[in-house]
């Protein structure tokens, strides 16, 4: 009894907090094409202030201004292409979750693989104790 409610409690804290979420977002979409256009595009772009959630996932209010800042943009009849561009040159590749690869972002896009290779020879070189006994042993057999 305890797990079946514990479940029904789960599926209403779900059920409200995706309406919640629509509810204080609410844009006037013209048609259902639009508004996959739109949660599109902004499952593309990275929050700013959350970082590691998309501008469609964020809560976060500056999250919710740049939702209707893309809103306006498309209604003003701009493509997704322009929209990302303006908002790119307003903060940066950062704003992007796949940055282009160029001279600004080589250290963002080889970076990880970089670090691997460091940490590869790293471990290579550290001497894995199957040798000599370590010193404080062998000065015992000197005596």
């Known amino acids: 009894m305890t797990r079946w409610l514990w479940c029904v409690l789960l599926a209403l804290a779900v059920v409200s907090g995706v309406a919640r979420a629509q509810a204080i977002d609410p844009l006037p979409f013209k048609s259902h094409v639009e508004e996959?256009?739109?949660q599109h595009l902004t499952s593309q772009l990275r929050c700013?202030?959350?970082?590691?959630?998309?501008?469609?996932?964020?809560?976060?209010?500056?999250?919710?201004?740049l939702r209707h800042e893309v809103f306006d943009l498309m209604n003003t009849g701009k493509s997704d292409v322009q929209i990302k561009q303006y908002l790119v040159q307003r903060y940066s590749d950062f704003v992007l979750y796949d940055p282009p690869f160029r001279r600004g972002t080589l250290l963002l896009w080889l970076g990880p693989i970089i670090l691997l290779m460091l940490t590869a020879a790293a471990l290579m070189s550290t001497p894995r104790g199957h040798g000599d006994a370590p010193a404080h042993e062998r000065q015992d057999e000197l005596w």
Request: charged share 30%; with cysteine.
């Open 48 to 65: 700013l202030v959350c970082q590691n959630e998309s501008l469609a996932d964020s809560n976060a209010e500056l999250a919710r201004d």
């Open 36 to 38: 996959v256009r739109f």
